[in-house]
Nanobody, 130 residues
Framework: EVQLVESGGGWVQAGGSLRLSCAAS????????IAWFRQAPGKEREGVSC???????????YYADSVKGRFTISSDNAENTVYLQMNSLKPEDTAVYYC????????????????????WGQGTQVTVSS
């Protein structure tokens, strides 16, 4: 059974930090790109960051402009887990954060499009107060 399980969400004041985890099982982790998306109430889903979780030293990463310099994505292939370290959090980062997995082959010049993700987690709430 394929599972993506997010954890690490919570409440934090502006300027604070959180680290989200996405634990994957049921598929070949090294063959997939793992991304974080978020969706705030009344807003469209937004791609936040993505990493090619191949077991190599040449991982590709992507960050949305809104999080560049504040968020860092990383992958632990031994644990089949992807992390999103979120620093300098802002109230506008408040959202439900989802991780998703897409075949590495779908990563061309840009990371996979939302409809190319095969698997999605249930989400974890992040709330940043001002």
């Amino acid at each position: 059974e394929v599972q993506l399980v997010e954890s690490g969400g919570g409440w934090v004041q502006a300027g604070g930090s959180l680290r989200l985890s996405c634990a994957a099982s049921g598929f070949t982790f090294d063959d997939y790109a793992i991304a974080w998306f978020r969706q705030a109430p009344g807003k469209e889903r937004e791609g936040v960051s993505c990493i090619s979780s191949s077991d190599s030293s040449d991982d590709f990463t992507y960050y949305a402009d809104s999080v560049k310099g504040r968020f860092t994505i990383s992958s632990d292939n031994a644990e089949n887990t992807v992390y999103l370290q979120m620093n300098s959090l802002k109230p506008e980062d408040t959202a439900v954060y989802y991780c998703a997995a897409a075949p590495l082959l779908t990563w061309g010049l840009m990371p996979p499009k939302p409809d190319e993700y095969d698997y999605w987690g249930q989400g974890t709430q992040v709330t940043v107060s001002s």
